[in-house]
């Protein structure tokens, strides 16, 4: 008996002891079959609980009982994975980041579903009917191979979040177009068409001082133009450094080899060079948390909810707090349009994007049973119903015919540049080593971002840190 | 009597007997050995259980007869111990040998590796000397802010004055709050754009004044915050000794006209050396085992990733549990060897006095 097969086998018995000490929690009686699930605390998960406990009823006739735990977004990961690798067993269903995939099928935490998407007529049309940019990146592992571990819970995208009285503001709009030649995009549609060289200009222009006049108003503080993720913790700049990589023709990896190209000259290649140091111009025209190196999602929503930025990107999932005069001051005067993008020579502008959303995932240990209830659920979940209403209490849809009835724009004031952005949208490495690769990355460009180093180290860092990973990891020589 | 006869019947292997706790061994090792190579793991794991409890039980039998009953009442206690703190203690060195990841199911020898990774190979390595310097940086800089703190408010409150005892309570306040409470509590204060503290200065300077941007604002930023939680905890320690002191003494000093300054170092200091050194202790390894402040404050940017947080960083987040285990026992290492080289320092004074 080797040590390893002894400490496997020593392994698996304490995660079966762990199961015994957990209690009744996944066994339940024939009729009545509890589905317990890990799940990020925000709206889109709210509102799923919500419709579930409303609306739910199995067609199998049983009781089923969705035990949700809902688990703050800056500490889901780390547990997630603590339950996961400690073999507890809890879940049944987890909202998954989509980047996780990798790294808990390798472990065998995550069940391959091909086999009940095939079984299930019903099931395998709604997989179908999914846009493909967000099946690939919610569902696949390897990535975009027919491999399915993964069932679309929240998909998100990023957009412009604007202020209308500041952006239309007839002073301010004559003011800019003296200044740049251009027009201040103020609609949906102009803003639709900004590319990052507005975005820039909308971030210079609207550098206020506190008593400065702002929309024909004296501040009472200060005022920033534009906003946008730039923050250490989890994958808060990697998310929009990599949108500037790949608009720039850079990449994050080697894609034509994936996982097994070379690091060295793709990751810090000059084109990535380039779009990083893009990203970095923008830094300055941010409110000044962004030189802290903690202008996270949240912040940057709260600083716009504040009312002192006139234009944030952000994922639509943050995007219910903002309509509301609750917990918004700028609730009234919303205007969303399409993320920028890079506007080419020949005019044309490239928005390949960092996708966002979450993929439920079911895990190993879940019985039969549960497995059945678990899919009568999912299409449940799925079918264009539900979506619809999904969609209209704040959450998102990646079923074609759901995005692209006429109906879903009037849903909510982001809904206009969903469907639109759902084409180019591409995510990071599904790899086992994926949050090696995340953590070493967010500190470098913790760095760039902080004016600790330019765009060239940090890149080169990373491309070292990532070559020398790739080559522990027995992937390239 | 008994114990006589017990020292007779021990030795013969063979003697089913409840106390034959050499037996009971042997059988427990055959038993663990063969479950661990014939049946499931899920099922060996308790087989080699109730081996361990029998073996426990021949023990506790044997140690009755004989009368061992100071044995026995310390035996839950140890019992305690070694299940909660030593076999975990053991099995993460024994890990620390090998290369295992927490989410991937398969595991390798490697020897003193990751030991070798963390100090030498120009990546790891760089990391964790950065994290011990900046580590050690915390060490000295908060103990010492709330030392001096802690040392003065103790002076102060050791005297009599209107409301006394309720400003104590005010002070005694951030010892008792959440450090995620106080840490979020300090992430408004200084943000430049909703805190005060930039507000203030901002006002007077005119410019935007951002404390987190750079290594020394942010370290004194977690350094003041540390200090505002842990310096009740200096003084409530140098306080106690403070008011043990004899009324006495001091009387017997004023009738010498004795400088006060010479009574501080004459009577005072000796009354309080022992619950300084004892805070200083406490306080030195808590610091050392710094992590949630950093993380709440600064997720590690500006170079103020600690030790702890790398681990955590390294084990729990990245998965690399061997070397997360290597790491570990790096920092076990070093406090063993501070504590004792300050117990060594503190006996040597108090022989010398």
């Known amino acids: ?477 | 009597m008994t114990a006589v006869s017990s020292t007779l019947l021990t030795p013969r292997l063979t003697a089913v007997v409840a106390h034959n706790w050499k037996l009971a061994i042997a059988v427990a090792v055959v038993v663990s050995a063969i479950s661990m190579a014939g049946l499931p793991a899920a099922v060996s794991f308790w087989v080699v259980g109730a081996a361990a409890a029998l073996v426990a039980a021949a023990f506790t039998v044997n140690a009755y007869r004989r009368h061992y009953f100071g044995a026995l009442l310390v035996a839950p206690a140890i019992a305690v111990l070694f299940v909660m703190n030593i076999f975990p203690l053991l099995w993460s060195l024994g890990l620390s040998f090998f290369a295992y990841q927490a989410n991937q199911q398969t595991i390798r020898f490697v020897g003193l590796g990751n030991y070798v990774r963390i100090l030498t190979n120009d990546l790891a390595a760089h990391a964790t000397w950065g994290a011990l310097i900046n580590t050690a940086m915390f060490v000295v800089f908060t103990v010492s802010a709330q030392m001096i703190v802690g040392f003065l408010l103790a002076i102060l409150f050791a005297k009599q004055f209107p409301l006394r005892k309720y400003l104590l309570i005010l002070v005694l306040t951030p010892m008792m709050l959440s450090v995620v409470a106080s840490g979020v509590f300090f992430t408004y204060y200084y943000d430049p754009t909703f805190g005060i503290l930039s507000y203030v200065i901002n006002s007077i300077s005119g410019n935007q004044f951002i404390l987190m941007s750079n290594k020394v604002g942010a370290v004194a930023g977690i350094v003041f915050a540390d200090a505002w939680m842990w310096s009740p905890f200096v003084m409530l320690l140098v306080l106690a000794g403070l008011v043990s002191v004899p009324k006495y003494l001091y009387e017997a000093a004023a009738i010498d006209r004795i400088s006060s300054w010479r009574q501080f170092w004459m009577i005072t200091f000796p009354y309080i050396r022992g619950l300084l050194m004892l805070a200083l202790l406490f306080r030195t390894i808590e610091a050392f085992k710094l992590a949630d402040l950093v993380i709440l404050l600064t997720k590690g940017g500006n170079d103020t990733l600690t030790i702890s947080y790398h681990l955590i960083r390294i084990a729990n987040e990245q998965n690399k549990t061997s070397e997360g285990a290597a790491i570990s026992y790096l920092m076990l290492f070093m406090v063993i060897v501070l504590t004792n080289l300050y117990l060594y320092l503190a006996n040597r004074r108090t022989k010398g006095a």
Not at chain 1, 178 to 200: H, Q, R, S, V
Not at chain 1, 246 to 266: L, N, S
Request: hydrophobic letters at 40%; glycine letters at 8%.
């Open chain 1, 1 to 477: 008996m080797t040590a390893m097969t002894k400490v496997k086998g020593l392994a698996t018995a304490a995660s079966f002891a762990a199961t015994l000490l957990v209690g009744g929690v996944t066994y339940a009686s024939a009729e009545e079959v509890t589905l317990t699930m890990a799940v990020p605390d925000w709206p889109p998960t709210r509102i799923m609980k919500k419709f579930f406990d409303e609306q739910y009823k199995p067609k199998s006739g049983n009781t089923v009982k969705l035990d949700v735990d809902f688990i703050p977004w800056p500490d889901f990961y780390t547990r997630v994975n603590a339950s996961l690798t400690s073999g507890e067993k809890k879940y049944n269903f987890i909202v998954s980041d989509s980047q996780w995939l990798g790294a808990f099928v390798e472990g065998g935490y995550f069940r391959k579903i091909n086999d009940l998407i095939d079984a299930d007529p019903e099931l395998k049309a709604a997989m179908e009917s999914m846009h493909p940019a967000v099946l690939n990146a919610y569902s696949t592992y390897p990535n975009s191979t027919p491999n399915y571990y993964g069932f679309p819970q929240f998909p998100d995208v990023l957009v412009t979040y604007g202020r209308k009285d500041v952006l239309c503001n007839d002073d301010e709009q004559a003011a800019f177009k003296a200044k740049y030649n251009e027009k201040l995009p103020c609609t949906g549609e102009e803003i639709d068409a900004m590319d990052w060289n507005t975005f820039e200009h909308v971030g210079e222009f609207f550098q206020r001082k506190k008593g400065d006049k702002l929309a024909g108003q004296v501040l009472d503080d200060d005022f920033y133009g534009i906003a946008y993720q730039a923050g250490k913790g989890y994958d808060f700049s990697t998310s929009s450094v990599h949108t500037f990589v790949w608009q720039h023709g850079g990449g994050i990896w080697d894609e034509t080899k994936a996982p097994t190209g070379h690091a060295e000259g793709v990751v810090n290649s000059p084109k990535s060079i380039e779009g990083m140091e893009h990203f970095l111009k923008l830094l300055k025209y941010m409110p000044p948390v962004v030189k802290t190196g903690t202008m996270d999602i949240f912040v940057s929503d709260q600083l716009f909810r504040e009312g002192k930025v006139a234009m944030n990107i952000d994922w639509i999932g943050l995007g219910e707090a903002s309509l509301d005069p609750k917990t918004s001051k700028v609730a009234d005067k919303l205007v969303f349009g399409l993320a920028p993008g890079l506007r080419g020579p020949d005019g044309k502008v490239n928005r390949t994007s960092q996708i966002g959303g979450q993929p439920f995932v079911l895990t190993t240990w879940t019985t039969p049973e549960q497995i059945k209830e678990a899919v009568g659920f999912v299409k449940w979940w799925l079918s264009p119903d539900i979506q619809h209403q999904f969609a209209a209490a704040g959450g998102q849809s990646a079923i074609k015919s759901v995005y692209s009835d006429p109906k879903y724009v009037t849903y909510r004031p982001w809904d206009r540049a969903w469907a639109n952005s759902l084409d180019w949208q591409k995510d990071m490495w599904h790899v086992p080593q994926f949050f090696e690769l995340l953590t070493q990355q967010q500190d470098q460009y913790d760095l760039a971002i902080t004016g600790k180093q330019d765009a060239k180290t940090t890149l080169d860092n990373i491309a070292k840190f990532q070559e020398d990973l790739l080559k522990n990891a027995g992937l390239i020589q």
